[in-house]
Every structure is written in structure tokens, then in C-alpha cells.
């Protein structure tokens, strides 16, 4: 469905915390396996979307944990996640795109720190804007063989805040909070291939996230995700995507960072389906299936999330 233009997956996922790990944090990250069937567009383009990823499943290594197995004085129970994305895009130049992403967090995070026998239930509920991302896109047509790339660079901001605390005043863990602080480098690319043997296009794109310094004593673990499949045509202005998605992402570092409590290997299955509403306007749904997660030390991870969104060329 080549009159789609933009698609934005979230897919990574900062670690931290005490003990267990209460893996919760949250980044965007503009998905361009899509964009690499066509050229930057001249203009506006508009997108937005939500999200949702429950994390309650205690993990180490890459086996489950029950709460009934662990015998440290802190817990971590469940952190819940509702995200929302905006997007704009800006063709300024033939082959050229300015992009910013805005996220916004509405998140809920449950421990239970033990004292004295006695098991002390401590939450946190918030709504926050997140760290705000900033690149480029360097995009040309397809080559007459049906080859296309793209590269893109930039920075992600840190806009998002990182003393939130709860109502007895007590700060929620680093890794929970909606910004990590840092200023992080960005750097991606991608190819398609849109065989004449193959129906649809076939894609691949790289991302690496690295933090170029330290808020408080606390710096994320550089991450790198590579993600490949097909978008396949079922016919009229549906389309079928099949993905394969790897993230990988280091440890924490700093003295308010649990570095033996942070860092995972993930692999996923990530099917979707994309409809065009019109020329300009696209929706599209995809849901998250890890199939192997290894995680360091004790950390929460999920069985599945789930995206939707929207993309509108106003032009």
C-alpha cells in the first residue's frame, strides 16, 4: 500500500529498577520500513499513535518467576503503560524530511518493599510528556530494480521529567520515570526490495539509540533493534504486514542505576494490518508477540503490546 506513508512502532523498552527490574520505561521510535517503498513527500505529514503494554510478568534470565520465589525485601508487582505518539513530518527538499516525535505517558507502577515482616504495597500513577525525538531522513526514489534506502540521524531530547513522585512523596524508580534525562544520539537506516516474482515489499531497518550523557547519577543502556518482513497486499487498499523484530539493549549505568537488574535480548513477531482510508489517510493496528526474551538479573517483561495508529498528508 504505497499511498501510506509513515508508520511508528514503539519498541523499545529502558530497564531498571531494584531488585527486579520494574522494565518500564518507554521510547518511540519512528518505524521506516514502510516509508522505503516511496520517496519523501513534498510537505505536512501528520501522524499519531496509542499503545499499550502491560508488564507483570517476572522474569530471570529466560525463565518465569513466581512472586511466591523471591525472597528480597522489594517486589516488583506490575507497571502498565498507555502511550500516545504525535508526529510531524516536513518534506523540505527533494529526498529530505525533518521529523519530531512527541510521546505522551499515562503510567501506573506497583511494588511492595517488605519491612520488618510486614509487606508495604507502593504505587505510582502519572500523565507526562515524554523525551521528545528529533532526525532527519535522507530518502531517493526507487532504483529501477526495485531497490530503495534510507538514512536518518538525530537526537533524542530530554524534555520528559525525572523526579516525579508519588502522593507520599516518595520518587518513583529511574526507570519509571517518563524522561531518562539524557540526550541521546540516533542513527538508522533501511532497505526495500519490491521483487516483480514477489507480490508487495519486501524490507529491513536498523536503528542504534546511544546516551551521550548523565542526569543524576543515572545513564540508560545504549540499544540497537533491527526489524524485517513483508508487506504483503490482500487486495483493494488492505495490507498485510508480517515482521520480525530483535532489540537489544545494555545495562544501566550510574549510581542510581541497577546495572545487574537492567539489559535484555527480546525477539518478536510483530503482524499488523494497514487500510487506506484515502490518498492521504491511512490507519493501521499491530500487536507484539515476544517469542524469547533474556533479561539480566530479575526484571518484569510482557506477553504481548499492542499499537494504532493514524497518518495524514496534508498536501
Excluded at 520505561?25 to 502491560?54: H, K, M
Excluded at 530503495?148 to 516518595?170: E, H, I, M, Y
Excluded at 516483480?196 to 536503528?207: A, C, D, E, R, V
Excluded at 523484530?245 to 494490518?273: C, M, Q, W
Amino acid at each position: 500500500m504505497k499511498k501510506l506513508a509513515v508508520l511508528a512502532y514503539a519498541g523499545c523498552f529502558i530497564t531498571g529498577g531494584a531488585h527486579a527490574s520494574c522494565g518500564a520505561a518507554f521510547c518511540s521510535a519512528s518505524n521506516d520500513w514502510l516509508t522505503l517503498t516511496q520517496g519523501v513527500t513534498p510537505g505536512w505529514r501528520v501522524w499519531t499513535q496509542v499503545e499499550y503494554l502491560r508488564q507483570d510478568q517476572l522474569r530471570a534470565g529466560t525463565d518465569k518467576l513466581s512472586p511466591a520465589e523471591l525472597t528480597e525485601h522489594h517486589q516488583e508487582i506490575k507497571t502498565i503503560n498507555r502511550n500516545a505518539l504525535l508526529g510531524l513530518e516536513y518534506g523540505f527538499a527533494p529526498g529530505w524530511s525533518a521529523n519530531l516525535v512527541l510521546p505522551y505517558s499515562n503510567r501506573e507502577h506497583l511494588h511492595v518493599h517488605t519491612h520488618h515482616g510486614t509487606p508495604i504495597p507502593e504505587a505510582w500513577q502519572f500523565d507526562h510528556i515524554g523525551d521528545a525525538r528529533l532526525t532527519l531522513r535522507h530518502q531517493l526514489a526507487a532504483h529501477p530494480g526495485g531497490w530503495s534506502w534510507n538514512l536518518q540521524g538525530g537526537l533524542k531530547l530530554p524534555t520528559g521529567r525525572t523526579d516525579v513522585r508519588n502522593a507520599d512523596g516518595d520518587a518513583a524508580e529511574r526507570s519509571v520515570q517518563p524522561g531518562s534525562g539524557t540526550t541521546d544520539l540516533l542513527l538508522g537506516g533501511g532497505l526495500a526490495y519490491a521483487p516483480l516474482s514477489l507480490p508487495g515489499s519486501l524490507f529491513s531497518n536498523l536503528t542504534v539509540q546511544a546516551p551521550l550523557d548523565e542526569k543524576d547519577g543515572y545513564q540508560p543502556g545504549w540499544r540497537t533493534s533491527v526489524q524485517a518482513g513483508w508487506l504483503f497486499p490482500l487486495g483493494g487498499k488492505l495490507d498485510l504486514i508480517l515482521q520480525g523484530n530483535l532489540l537489544y539493549v545494555k545495562h544501566d549505568r550510574g549510581i542510581n542505576a541497577e546495572p545487574d537488574d537492567s539489559g535484555r535480548t527480546e525477539a518478536a513477531l510483530v503482524p499488523g494490518l494497514a487500510y487506506a482510508l484515502s490518498r492521504n489517510l491511512s490507519v493501521y493496528g499491530q500487536v507484539e508477540l515476544p517469542f524469547y526474551q533474556k533479561v539480566a538479573g530479575i526484571q518484569l517483561t510482557h506477553d504481548y503490546a499492542v499499537s494504532a495508529g493514524l497518518s495524514l498528508a496534508l498536501n
